[in-house]
T-cell receptor, first 116, second 109 residues
């Protein structure tokens, strides 16, 4: 399957600052990447679909001005949490779908954000 | 809206025992996936089920899909401690994957 790498693995920041998370598809050119958020002991919730060269598609209830997504190349998508607040603390996971026929998603290692 | 329900949400079982985790979903789909998540880690793909009647097996785990009943099962045979993790099923809505709430499995001696 596709190899997906995220950076940083964990980050602690002060309230009001912005944090950028990178997601790289190492062995596959991904025109689409998916950003999920997972709160402790909960399921994964899709935040947005990142499209290479165009605007991301956000899920209902996700603030696009707060969670900025940039997919400038076929191997890199970034998620920037702007003016972070403690309630933004979560596990953020990106994924790519390599299998056009299977729809299977391959996930990055995840980035744990803690906002103080 | 596609809803995915897993049960049980928590499962504690003894080593050597068998058990089944169920995944029900609300609308038509013939693509279903099972993932494993260890604490503090990301998701690892276990099974991809793409048609009615599909059955996949890997080691002590076996997954099946009944699209008519909108039901998938993950059967654990002779559980061992290494299987302790959270298991998620996810259903393809045609647009994105919708995840169940996960089943936290603890295998005890």
């Amino acid at each position: 399957g596709a190899v997906v790498s995220q950076h940083p693995s964990w980050v602690i920041c002060k309230s009001g600052t912005s944090v950028k998370i990178e997601c790289r598809s190492l062995d596959f050119q991904a025109t689409t990447m998916f950003w999920y958020r997972q709160f402790p002991k909960q399921s994964l919730m899709l935040m947005a679909t990142s499209n290479e060269g165009s605007k991301a598609t956000y899920e209902q209830g996700v603030e696009k001005d707060k969670f900025l997504i940039n997919h400038a190349s076929l191997t890199l998508s970034t998620l920037t949490v702007t003016s972070a607040h403690p309630e933004d603390s979560s596990f953020y996971i990106c994924s790519v779908s390599q299998g056009a026929n299977t729809g299977e998603l391959f996930f990055g290692e995840g980035s744990r954000l803690t906002v103080l | 809206e596609l809803k995915v329900e897993q049960n049980p949400l928590f499962l504690s079982m003894q080593e050597g025992k068998n058990y089944t985790i169920y995944c029900n979903y609300s609308t038509t789909s013939d693509r279903l996936y099972w993932y494993r998540q260890d604490p503090g880690k990301s998701l690892e793909s276990l099974f991809v089920l793409l048609s009615n009647g599909a059955v996949k097996q890997e080691g002590r785990l076996m997954a099946s899909l009944d699209t008519k009943a909108r039901l998938s099962t993950l059967h654990i045979t002779a559980a061992v401690h290494d299987l302790s993790a959270t298991y998620f099923c996810a259903v393809d809505s045609g647009y994105a994957l919708n995840f169940g709430k996960g089943t936290s499995l603890l295998v005890t001696p």
